[in-house]
Every structure is written in C-alpha cells, then in structure tokens.
C-alpha cells in the first residue's frame, strides 16, 4: 500500500532544512553535546584544517580526530568568509543533500526487502493469509521515518559529520542488499574509516551478499516441502528452488577483493593528506586510539563519560576492555539467531553501537530509526510501543533542559544529565529487546501457518 503524498512529504523535509540552514540564524546547535560529538564536531575539524594550513599535523593538541579525508572535503569550506564567520553554512548544504541521498537509498533497500517478502509469502502460500495488499510500503516509511526525525533535523542543520558517517552506512546495506560488492565494500570502508564501530557490519553484509535479503527461515521452506504431498512434490520443488537459498561464495570473495582494493585507496590518500604532517601511525592513534580509550569525559548522551570520569585510574583499563568487548561478545549470537534476516540484524548491530559507543550522538538514533521503519510490516505487533515514543520524546526534551540546569545555572549537577543519558540507554535497550522478540514471534507466525 503506497503511502499518498509521498514526494511532497519529502520536498517539505528538505525545505525545512533548507529553512533552518539558510535563515534559522545561529541556533547553537554546534554546542549542543547530544547532538556534535569530539568526532562529529565541525568546529574541530575547522581547527584541524587550519593545524593543516599552517603545515601542523591536524592532530596536534587534542581538538581534531577524526578522518584526514574530511579535512579535503569539508575543510576548504570551514575557511572564514568575506563575513568574518565560519562559512559552515556550505557544509551544512551539503549535509541536506546528503540526508537526502541517504533517505532514497534506505527508500530503494526497502523496496528490495519488500520483493523479496513477497516472492518468500508467494512461495510459501501465505499470501491470502498475510494479506500482503494490506501491508505498508515499508520503503517509504523508512524514508519518511529518516527525513523527518527530529534528531537527524538537528544533527544536518548543527554542523557535524554524523549524516556522512550514516549515509557511508546506507550505502554499504543498500550494496549488500542489491549483491553489489563494490558499492557494498565501498560503504563497509568508508563507515569503518570514519568511525570504527560499523567494523562489526561485516556479519550481516557477509550474510546479505551470500544468501540475499531478508526471508523467512530455512526451517518452514523445509515445512511447506515436508507437507506436500508426493504428487505435487516435483511443481512446489520447481516453485521454491530459488527460495531454499545457497551461500553464494562468489559475490562474497568479489567483496572481499573490493574491500581491499578500497581499503588500500583510503590508506593511500590518508597518507598523501598526512605526508608532510604526521603519518598514518597517528591517524589511528588519534582516532581509533581516541575512540578506544576513552580519554575526552566531556558530556554526551552515553553513560561511559559518567563511568570513566568516576572509576579509579587503577581499574580503567579494565572497564575499557569490558565495555568495548561488550559489543563485540553480542555479534555472534544475534548472528545464528537471525542469520536467515541480515538486514534486521544489521538494524540490531546498529542500535546497539548507538547505545554503546563512547561518543554517541542523535545522529546515531537517527540512522537506526530510519533503518526500523524497513520492517514495519514485520514488527507491526511490537509491545511497547507507546511508552519508546513517548520516552524518547521525554529524553529529548529533559536532555537539554538537565544540561542547562547543570552548566548554565548551576542549580543541578552532572547527575541530573547522566539520568537522562541512562534512561536514553534503557530506552534504547527496550527497544531491541523487543524488536527481536516480535520479529522471533512474526517467524513464529509464519510457521504455525504453514503446518496449518
């Protein structure tokens, strides 16, 4: 079911940032610490492109880290206008093309999915019986879902690079879903380049590129094909031979290959910008490194600032290993419990670094948001819905209102900030929980209708 006013609803999402960009004034959403991050910031990278100007390694001090890429992309147009101000208004432009460019990729991976849903219902028999024609065209709510949230609003119209790292991360989901390696491989590097944790994303685009987009599991394909009976063995086999997927390890070594070959361009270019500089050695000190340990506590809307800037300098290096193997332990699970839909396992893994990165931002709740919209159908029995909707209205609210009272009027302290930052968290933690758990019961359903 096609959403009506589709192309109007998204003129007006992209003539409100225009709006905002071009005459909201200064509404010092640079400052704000849940929306520009000391990766994201593009006051930072100002500072580092004028280190690099001044044949200074973009590194020097504690102010730039992140990628040398973006120094020669954005940073000519972080240069002082005729004005006297920071011409951030340019990249702030091309931060709305790039949401945009970013929704109609999440639009096209939804169609895809929506294909591949239909042909896996159609296979099965369950068209009547899911009614199909009822569903919503999941694309066009996820782009919708990804325009016109408030937290990617503010993160394109308050200078920072959070819609680039999400776009990066679009585009590696949409080349897996489409079995493009290059433009897959494109996407996975880059992501990775820029911040580290979408490294995790190699489990659900290998899984995308071997067995395709997201179907029911391989158990009631078996089901349906147990329940025929032998006469029409032979036409239902002919009907699913292309349902009961096989790895395909061609388009997966294709990938492979890609995303050496970009890797080594990335790593080349890095190094010609840092030449003269520094070198590649500080790069990932300065960015990987940075990221890894933890050394800037200013506020954010995580709970690792609060954390790190209260344990004892003995057990830090402890709770950086336990923080950042945490993400790492969740893969493999989530992997063999949802391998058969890699597309909402990558929606997962995406939340999840959201929720536990060390430098989080609303950029980061933007991307996933909009990746959930993609199973709409799947998850249109979700619990709890009411009270994530309303929570995160309140976070966002209390969130800047907690800050000012703590920095600003000093009538509060870093306690009433980081109860916002905890209960985002548990926000955040409900939601996949149950996201999981309705997209296990939707499988669930699926099967109970084919044994019926």
């Known amino acids: 079911m096609a959403i009506r006013y589709y192309w109007p609803m998204v003129v007006a999402a992209v003539g409100f940032r225009l709006v905002l960009v071009l005459f909201g004034g200064d509404l010092h959403l640079a400052s704000r610490p849940e929306v520009s991050t000391p990766l994201t910031s593009l006051r930072r990278l100002a500072e580092g492109y004028w280190l690099n100007q001044a044949s200074m390694s973009p590194y020097s001090g504690s102010m730039y880290h992140g990628s040398p ?68 065209n999941a694309g066009d709510i996820a782009s919708l879902i990804y325009l016109w949230n408030p ?17 990066m991360v679009v585009i590696m ?19 990775t380049h820029l911040s580290l944790y979408p490294a995790i994303l190699i489990v659900p685009v290998i899984l995308l590129l071997g067995y395709g987009p997201d179907a029911p599991p391989t158990k009631v394909f078996l089901l349906k094909s147990s329940s025929a009976s032998k006469s029409d063995m032979s036409a239902y086999e002919k009907k699913t031979s292309l349902k009961v997927r096989r790895f395909s390890r061609i388009t997966v070594l294709n990938f492979i290959f890609w995303l050496f070959i970009w890797s080594c ?44 800037a209260e ?5 830090r290096s402890f709770f950086l290993i336990v923080f950042n193997m945490n993400i790492i332990f969740m893969v493999l699970p989530l992997a063999i419990r949802l391998k058969h839909r890699p597309c909402f396992l990558a929606f997962v893994y995406t939340a999840i670094v959201a ?18 919209g993609l199973f709409a159908n799947e998850l249109a029995e ?12 309140g976070v966002s609210l209390l969130s800047p209102v907690m800050h000012n009272l703590w920095i600003w009027r000093g009538t509060g302290n870093a306690n ?26 939707h499988d669930r359903k699926l099967r109970l209708l084919v044994t019926s």
């Open 355 to 372: 929720m536990l990165k060390s430098y989080p931002s609303a950029g980061d709740s933007a991307l996933y948001l909009g990746l959930l």
């Open 265 to 308: 361009y990335v790593l080349l270019l890095s190094s010609i910008i840092l030449k003269k500089v520094g070198g590649l050695n500080e790069m990932f000190e300065k960015t990987y490194g940075f990221i890894l340990t933890v050394k800037d506590l200013s506020p954010n809307i995580g709970v690792l600032w609060y954390f790190f």
């Open 151 to 167: 937290w990617a609003i503010v993160t394109c119209v308050g200078s920072c690079t959070s819609p680039i790292e999400n776009l």
């Open 311 to 315: 344990v004892f300098d003995f057990f």
């Open 173 to 191: 989901i949409y080349g897996a879903c489409s079995r493009l390696a290059p433009l897959a491989a494109f996407g996975y590097v880059m992501a």
């Open 69 to 136: 890429l973006l120094l020669s992309v954005l940073g000519p147009l972080t240069s002082k206008g005729s004005g006297g101000k920071h011409a951030h208004v340019y990249c702030s432009l091309i931060l709305v093309a790039v949401d945009f460019l970013a929704a109609m990729l999440i639009r096209a991976t939804g169609r895809r999915l929506q294909m591949s849903r239909n042909r896996s219902l159609k296979s099965l028999d369950l068209t009547k019986a899911v009614n199909i024609s009822a569903n919503v």
């Open 416 to 441: 009433f900030y980081f109860a916002t930052g905890l209960a985002y968290t548990c926000l955040q933690t409900v939601l996949v929980v149950e996201s999981v758990g309705s997209m296990i019961k």
């Open 382 to 393: 979700m619990q709890f819905t009411f009270f994530l909707f309303f929570g995160y209205i």
